[in-house]
């Protein structure tokens, strides 16, 4: 028996695969800079309430994403990640991303209750930090040994080096915090912030990008190094409250 895909070239099947997509794409415009991801997110919503795309159809590929909405990978992350929230897409690896049965209850929970709960989970990670890394960094002015201060300051040239290129200090922001965490001589405790390090990627990527924080997380880890480096353990432990209160006021003023 001939199949019709047997008879057809691979570029038509593929264009008629491909077509959701493609319709999709057509409709999708690019956003403002305000609250990128989010306006990412309802665009695709839209879309699929209006049958544009259909359950079990693929998104487009993030790259066409990225060019058509004009925002960066982690806008398109963060947007797909809010849906999946809301029950609405399907991330498979190696797959790609699918439109899932979108059910009742993904429905009638809007899109600002998802994003008011993820703030308030933001808001209960960075309560967490508050409870923890200050006291961390006071252990840490007591405890680090002289290559511990001279890898943190290591890591504080870096970070500034990619501030003044205007390149992204994602990583040794991360970094940083990690390696003032080992300093402390307390390996239970490192584990926990080895995960809140890991639950709090997205909310630092997206803060990073904001005008001027990326200037004030420099400024905070000078602080917080200097401290260290006269062996204080009260001005570090102050040096990384107010570090932390000048990240949740960004992050938080975002979302």
Do not use: C, W
């Amino acid at each position: 028996m001939v199949r019709p895909s047997d008879t057809m070239p691979p570029s038509a099947t593929g264009s008629q695969k491909n077509a959701p997509a493609h319709a999709a794409m057509a409709e999708l415009r690019v956003v403002r800079k305000e609250r990128r991801y989010q306006q990412v997110a309802e665009q695709i919503e839209r879309l699929i309430l209006k049958g544009v795309l259909k359950p079990g159809d693929l998104l487009p590929p993030e790259r066409d994403l990225v060019k058509k909405f004009g925002v960066g990978r982690s806008s398109i992350r963060d947007a797909i990640r809010t849906l999946e929230v809301m029950g609405i897409l399907d991330p498979r690896q190696g797959h790609g991303t699918v439109v899932r049965e979108v059910s009742a209850d993904a429905l009638v929970v809007p899109l600002a209750s998802v994003l008011m709960r993820k703030r308030e989970m933001i808001a209960e990670l960075v309560d967490v930090r508050r409870m923890i890394e200050p006291a961390l960094a006071a252990r840490a002015a007591l405890n680090a040994s002289e290559e511990e201060l001279a890898h943190l300051a290591d890591i504080l040239e870096r970070q500034e080096r990619k501030m003044r290129r205007g390149e992204p200090t994602i990583d040794e922001d991360s970094e940083f915090h990690y390696a003032l965490a080992l300093a402390a001589r307390n390996s239970v405790v490192l584990k926990v912030v080895d995960l809140l390090m890991d639950l709090l990627r997205e909310s630092r990527t997206r803060s990073l990008q904001v005008p001027g924080r990326l200037e004030r997380s420099v400024a905070g880890h000078r602080r917080i190094l200097r401290a260290l480096q006269r062996r204080d353990p009260n001005a570090a432990e102050a040096a990384v409250r107010k570090h932390l209160k000048e990240i949740e006021e960004i992050v938080l003023r975002q979302l």
